[in-house]
């Protein structure tokens, strides 16, 4: 190998490659983050920014099944498949059907929770090791519910978190009223979740890790990368201008693009991307106390240092399609009815691509083709969510420290 300032190359500098680059500079590694964008450009920019430890439920469940078939009648609705996609995207629903079934639910329940409980445990002190545990903000969410039939469908998921020691408050509508006033008659029941927080800006949070990484020693590349081989006991990544770095280990980081950089080491894993809209409205478009999620509807109403982000859906439609901006406006239309009060005037459109497997699990774990490149990808609705977890796992498999948890679940061999 070439005499390289660095051991690692970190390949990816949205949330995970960040937190991930932070945690190695921590235990003394010299790190390379590579990025063809800069830090936090894609998904991690404009997400909704919860650290959501209480969701633990995969999406990949026998619920969604039941209710995906009347999502997508509305082509505007939460769930969409344009038809030119959708014999692209067949595989990756036929696994995620599969994914779905009660005893593969229980399986990715089970991980999920692991995944989760260690998140919770390492988030706080990660953030706060890197000076940005004022980004953080502790006012929990609101689950909302219209009818007695989705309430009680919902009871039932909500259960599953109780062997997991997870904290919820079933409300009536004086109890919505005592948490969130301002919400539309229609809403007759909720569930409080404390255990959920709110960052002040993902895009700012992200970029914070990067920075708090670079101060310990990483460097930062702006250069796509083309390809990964092994070579020597570690690895050479060629970059889109032809020329070549080497490190004694890569990690793969970059999000919804993740699968092109393993395939070019053999490693087949089926991610696509469910690309996620939402609007940003000025500062004191309401006065909200805290996140509103209305399932029913998949999305959610965030507060930010920056204003009220509306946003969510689901849109199964590849990297390449240009954004249908329609989806923003179209959950922006539901909000003017579910908050009544709110000013919907003035916001930003923005479109990410959440990077999702189908068993709604991320890949964390050595390349079955390439021990010295490490994957840490796909984390779907919740990269944010498990970053810092994310960061210490792949920490310690870089110094061969036996994992917190079994990583059997994530293994990117399992498909
Ligand atoms: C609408 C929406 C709302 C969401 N809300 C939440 C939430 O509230 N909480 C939560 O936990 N999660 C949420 N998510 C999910 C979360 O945003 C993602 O899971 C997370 O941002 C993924 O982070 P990442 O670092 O893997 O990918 P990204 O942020 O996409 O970063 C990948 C990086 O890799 C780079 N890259 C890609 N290919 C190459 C290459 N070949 N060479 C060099 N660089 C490359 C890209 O430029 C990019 O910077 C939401 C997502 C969406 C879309």
């Given at each position: 190998l070439r005499d390289e300032p660095f051991d690692i190359a970190v390949i990816g500098a949205g949330i995970i490659g960040c937190a991930v680059a932070f945690a190695l500079c921590e235990a003394g590694k010299r790190v390379l983050l590579v990025d063809r964008k800069g830090m936090a450009q894609e998904a991690s920019a404009g997400n909704a920014g919860a650290l959501a430890f209480s969701d633990i439920v995969p999406l990949a469940s026998p619920g969604i099944l039941r209710k995906a078939p009347g999502w997508l009648v509305d082509p505007l609705g939460p769930l969409s498949l344009p038809p030119s996609y959708a014999l692209?995207?067949?595989?990756?629903?036929?696994?995620?059907?599969?994914?779905?079934?009660?005893?593969?639910?229980?399986?990715?329940?089970?991980?999920?929770?692991a995944l989760m409980a260690l998140a919770r445990r390492e988030t706080l002190p990660l953030l706060e090791r890197a000076g940005l545990a004022r980004e953080v903000v502790s006012h929990g969410a609101l689950t909302l519910y219209e009818s007695e039939r989705a309430f009680a469908a919902a009871r039932s998921e909500w259960a599953l978190r109780d062997a997991h020691g997870i904290a919820y408050e079933h409300l009536d509508r004086a109890g919505i009223d005592a948490r969130q006033p301002g919400l539309a008659p229609r809403f007759r029941h909720a569930t409080y979740s404390a255990d959920w927080h709110n960052v002040r800006d993902p895009q700012a949070l992200a970029q914070g890790l990067g920075e708090a990484a670079i101060a310990r020693g990483a460097a930062m590349k702006r250069a796509p990368v083309s390809r990964l081989a092994e070579h020597d006991g570690g690895v050479i990544i060629t970059l889109g201008d032809g020329t070549t770095l080497t490190?004694?280990?890569?990690?793969?980081?970059?999000?919804?693009?993740?699968?092109?950089?393993?395939?070019?080491?053999?490693?087949?894993?089926?991610?696509?991307?469910?690309?996620?809209?939402?609007?940003?409205?000025?500062?004191?478009?309401f006065d909200l106390?805290?996140?509103?999620?209305?399932?029913?509807?998949?999305?959610?109403?965030?507060?930010?240092?920056?204003?009220?982000?509306?946003?969510?859906?689901?849109?199964?439609?590849?990297?390449?399609?240009?954004?249908?901006?329609?989806?923003?406006?179209?959950?922006?239309?539901?909000?003017?009815a579910f908050l009544p009060g709110i000013k919907t005037g003035e916001g930003i459109e923005w479109m990410g691509f959440r990077p999702s497997l189908p068993d709604s699990l991320p890949v964390i774990g050595r390349s079955p083709k390439a021990r010295n490149v490490i994957h840490a990808f796909g984390h779907g609705h919740l990269g944010l969510t498990q970053s810092a977890a994310t960061a210490i796992l792949v920490r310690d498999l870089v110094l061969g420290r036996p994992p917190s948890i079994d990583l059997t679940p994530y293994s990117p061999a399992r498909f």
């Open positions: 692209a995207a067949a595989p990756w629903l036929w696994r995620f059907f599969r994914a779905s079934t009660p005893a593969r639910f229980r399986e990715s329940l089970e991980a999920q929770a490190a004694s280990t890569a990690v793969v980081a970059a999000g919804a693009w993740s699968h092109r950089l393993a395939a070019t080491l053999g490693d087949r894993i089926p991610l696509e991307t469910e690309r996620g809209y939402n609007t940003t409205l000025p500062k004191g478009a106390n805290c996140q509103l999620i209305f399932s029913e509807h998949g999305f959610v109403v965030s507060p930010l240092d920056a204003g009220i982000r509306v946003g969510g859906a689901v849109e199964l439609a590849g990297l390449k399609r240009p954004p249908d901006y329609r989806r923003s406006r179209a959950m922006l239309e539901k909000t003017k």
